[in-house]
């Protein structure tokens, strides 16, 4: 069975601090995706990032970095200088790659809180 | 914005009753997918819908319900209404074909308070 791990609940920071928020899964599968999307006050969720297993390079995008790391099953998640606008809650998800169920696996979200 | 739509945004039902929720997949997806996220927690799967037929399940019983249209709009129901329904209900719509996962791109959510 998969699962995904976000142990933090939440982290507050002071606005143009760097943040890393950490997310850890397990999976049997070889070949699956890993999420991050957004959750802003108004409840959509907003896709992030999508990784695939084999693609184990880090990834930027602006002021947001992705660090995969297979080997400690982690896909942690760095906001460079933040801003109020970055708070939200944030989930990491895991999606196995059998064509035919392709349900996401959420973490519990941390609630990421940036002070002005 | 993902252009995928919910209505409504919100309800509120009595224990008991029945509710339908809609949703309006982004223009060239074919599959949508339902999740129930209670607050405070992640997202939870319920049953996704390809081409019109249900494409899994998750751990959810009987009395929750779907269809897909031909348009690939799809509809949730949930029969015999209890307080634990309560949750916002999430709809996610995907382009899907063999032996691949796309991302998923959710709609704003229908938040349902059963009294």
């Known amino acids: 069975a998969q699962k995904v791990t976000q142990a933090q609940t939440e982290i507050s920071v002071v606005e143009k601090e760097d943040v890393t928020l950490d997310c850890v899964y397990e999976?049997?599968?070889?070949?699956?995706?890993l999420f991050w999307y957004k959750q802003p006050p108004s409840g959509e969720l907003v896709f992030l990032i999508r990784?695939?297993?084999?693609?184990?390079q880090n990834e930027i995008s602006g002021r947001y970095s992705w660090n995969f790391q297979k080997s400690t099953s982690s896909f942690n998640f760095t906001i460079t200088a933040s801003q109020v606008v970055d708070s939200a809650v944030y989930f990491c998800a895991l999606s196995e790659a059998n064509f035919g169920n392709e349900k996401l696996t959420f973490g519990t979200g941390t609630r990421l809180t940036i002070i002005p | 914005e993902t252009g995928v739509t919910q209505s409504p945004t919100h309800l509120i039902k009595t224990r008991g009753q029945q509710v339908t929720l809609r949703c309006s997949s982004q223009s060239g997806h074919n599959t949508v997918s339902w999740y129930q996220q209670a607050l405070g927690q992640g997202p939870q799967f319920i049953f996704q819908y390809y081409r019109e037929e249900e494409n899994g399940r998750g751990n959810f019983p009987p009395r929750f319900s779907g269809l897909q249209f031909p348009n690939y709009s799809s509809e949730l129901n949930v029969n015999a209404l209890e307080l634990d329904d309560s949750a916002l209900y999430l709809c996610?719509?995907?382009?899907?074909?063999?032996?691949?996962?796309?991302?998923?791109?959710f709609g704003p959510g229908t938040r349902l308070t059963v009294l």
């Open positions: 999976t049997r599968d070889t070949t699956y995706y």
């Open positions: 990784r695939n297993s084999f693609d184990e």
């Open positions: 996610a719509s995907s382009f899907g074909q063999q032996a691949r996962t796309d991302t998923q791109y």
